[in-house]
Structure formats: structure tokens, C-alpha cells
Nanobody, 131 residues
């Protein structure tokens, strides 16, 4: 069973950068998809918003339009960790960020973007961007 633990959130000014980490334990994660989602304050009744995904280590990646060119998802297989590098942050990026794993499919054809395609979730890490 895979377990995920996020870290790296915090408070940053608009235009700044943060790097989120998601450490996976219990299974080597290189062959299944990993994704990042977020849930903004006041949006608890809505689904978590897709941010970025990696199909598998060395596979394709995909991003939400709102973060393309600013965020980068990457993996470190030796550390069993996936990262989300966030640059040029905006106040509207403020949210709880969740790491997710889609462990039921090995080497998927594309990075999944829907929440129901992921079966394992971390506890979330808060990112706050001040204006």
C-alpha cells in the first residue's frame, strides 16, 4: 500500500517560488502516475482542481492551463519523491495542495487529470500567496 506525505508549503509573496515535495512509501512509484491537485479556501464544496501530473518516470506530463509555464512536476526515483516547483506565484494559487498516486495502472498512456483516476492521497500542504 502506498502512502504519501507532502511538505514544502508556506507563505510567500506574489512573484515568489516554492517547491512542494511528496514522498511515497510502501511501493516504488516510478511506473505509475503521480499528480498534484489543489483546493482553494471557500471551495470546500467543489472538487479538488487538477494542477499537474506525470504519467510515470520519464513519461509525459500535463498541466492545468492556469499554471503552464510557471509550475513544473518532476520525480526523483532514488528518493521515491515527486516535486512541484512553483514559480511566479499569484494570490490565486493560494490553496491546500494535495499529492496523489494512481497505483492501479502501470505505465499509463497519458497523465491522468481527473480526481477519480487517483486512488491514494496525501494529507495536503497549505500554500498561501500574499499580494
Amino acid at each position: 500500500q502506498v502512502r504519501l506525505a507532502e511538505s514544502g508549503g508556506g507563505l510567500v509573496q506574489a512573484g515568489g517560488s516554492l517547491r512542494l515535495s511528496c514522498a511515497a512509501s510502501g511501493r516504488t512509484f516510478s511506473n505509475f502516475a503521480m499528480g498534484w491537485f489543489r483546493q482553494a479556501p471557500g471551495n470546500l464544496g467543489r472538487e479538488r482542481e487538477f494542477v499537474a501530473a506525470s504519467a510515470y518516470s520519464g513519461g509525459s506530463t500535463d498541466y492545468a492551463n492556469s499554471v503552464k509555464g510557471r509550475f513544473t512536476i518532476s520525480r526523483d526515483n532514488a528518493k521515491n519523491t515527486v516535486y512541484l516547483q512553483m514559480n511566479n506565484l499569484r494570490p490565486e494559487d493560494t490553496a491546500v495542495y494535495y499529492c496523489a498516486a494512481a497505483t492501479s495502472t502501470v505505465i499509463p498512456s497519458w497523465p491522468p487529470k481527473r480526481r477519480n483516476e487517483y486512488d491514494t492521497w496525501g494529507q495536503g500542504t497549505q500554500v498561501t500567496v500574499s499580494s
